[in-house]
């Protein structure tokens, strides 16, 4: 079969990751698979790619000055992917994200090929503003399938498609051979955390809590592993509140398992997520985790007090409590992280 994928980029990022698993996945099943992203052919994909997947970067990934500006680069996306589109001869299509996903419909409207469009995040968490919100609401009606993470997405989108509704929970990865460090005692002083730096992860609400710790836990450090546009907005609040010692920016990692696993503690402070890969890859690796409830979505992950802590979102004093608590309890730790690689199953 000819499968065709679409995503803006493959740089950094969940929904970027699951493509690309899925792109090799379906190569290594023998099937021709083509994909096509609005960058450029000098900004390399940052998750590998089997090597006969056929790549077409269009070199569209321009900022637009205003809204005629944009208006006239989306007109050029939709007249490339449509040309792209005639050269793979795809049978399915497979697109990410909701501005791609909205440009992949309309480029594809008339040429009878069944388009499936994947969310990535919580839609009634994350605007995309009216012109996309109404673009979103007339094309997803022609996508043959609109795939969601969890049954919150799925109930927004019902409400406002006919579109066949699917929900498909992110992947969780599993630590390959020898990618885990050796097992920890308990003893360490490590707490990590895993994603874009950007506002609806939290970040600044996780070091804000880490600030309140600092003297109780003295000796313990934080790493933080993405990068995004609030890197050094958080860079110089972990400065003004004297924790530039303690708090280590290690950017973004192909491979994170090592990382997690020699760490003691994973937290994850988002103010909303879609289904989250890094808390689920913490897990797999066997460790205890604490997560915002963001909404109810996050329940599909965590059992509170099972196999990890759930606390309020935007609520730094229970966030600091919950880490204080597992900062201060090697047994408490041990016993949550016996459970989280069931997360696997």
């Known amino acids: 079969m000819r499968l065709t994928f679409v995503i803006y980029s493959l740089q950094a990022g969940g929904a970027e990751r699951v493509m690309s698993m899925l792109v090799n996945a379906f190569v290594a099943a023998g099937h ?13 994909p940052f998750y590998e790619l089997d090597a006969a997947v056929r790549y077409l970067p269009l070199g ?88 969601v993470l969890n049954e919150r997405a799925r109930a927004f989108f019902a409400k406002q498609t006919r579109g066949a509704i699917v929900v498909v929970p992110n992947p969780v990865v599993r630590p390959g051979h020898g990618q885990l460090a050796p097992a920890r005692d308990g003893a360490g002083r490590t707490v990590v ?10 970040f600044d609400l996780l070091i804000a809590a880490f600030a309140r710790l600092r003297k109780k836990h003295a000796g313990w450090r934080l790493v933080l592993l993405g990068d995004g546009p609030l890197r050094e907005t958080l860079v110089a609040m972990a400065g003004r509140l004297g924790l530039a010692g303690d708090i280590e920016f290690r950017g973004t990692i192909q491979h ?49 007090g099972e196999n990890g802590i759930l606390v309020p979102a935007e609520d730094v004093a229970a966030l600091a409590a919950a880490m204080d608590r597992l900062m201060s309890s090697p047994r408490e730790r041990k016993r949550l992280a016996a459970r989280a690689p069931e997360i696997t199953e």
């Not at 955390?193 to 939290?202: F, N, P, Q, V």
């Not at 937290?267 to 289904?275: D, H, Q």
């Open 193 to 202: 955390a895993m994603g874009r730096l950007s506002e609806e992860k939290g």
């Open 60 to 147: 569209l990934d321009r900022v637009s000055a205003g809204p005629f500006a944009a208006a006239g680069n989306n007109l050029k996306r939709l007249a490339a992917i449509r040309k792209a589109m005639r050269q793979c001869r795809p049978e399915v299509v497979i697109s990410f994200l909701t501005q791609t996903n909205i440009l992949v419909l309309f480029a594809t409207r008339m040429m009878r090929v069944p388009v499936i469009v994947c969310e990535h995040t919580d839609p009634w968490s994350c605007p995309i503003g009216r012109g996309w919100g109404f673009l979103r609401r007339r094309s997803y009606r022609w996508a043959r399938r609109i795939v």
């Open 32 to 44: 021709e698979v083509s994909l096509i992203v609005m960058t450029d052919s000098t900004q390399r």
């Open 256 to 304: 994170p398992a090592a990382v997690l696993g020699q760490a003691d503690l994973f937290v994850a402070p988002s103010r909303f997520e879609g289904f989250p890969m890094a808390l689920c890859e913490a897990m797999a690796c066997g460790l205890p985790v604490i997560s915002t409830q963001y909404s109810d979505a996050v329940r599909e992950i965590i059992r509170d």
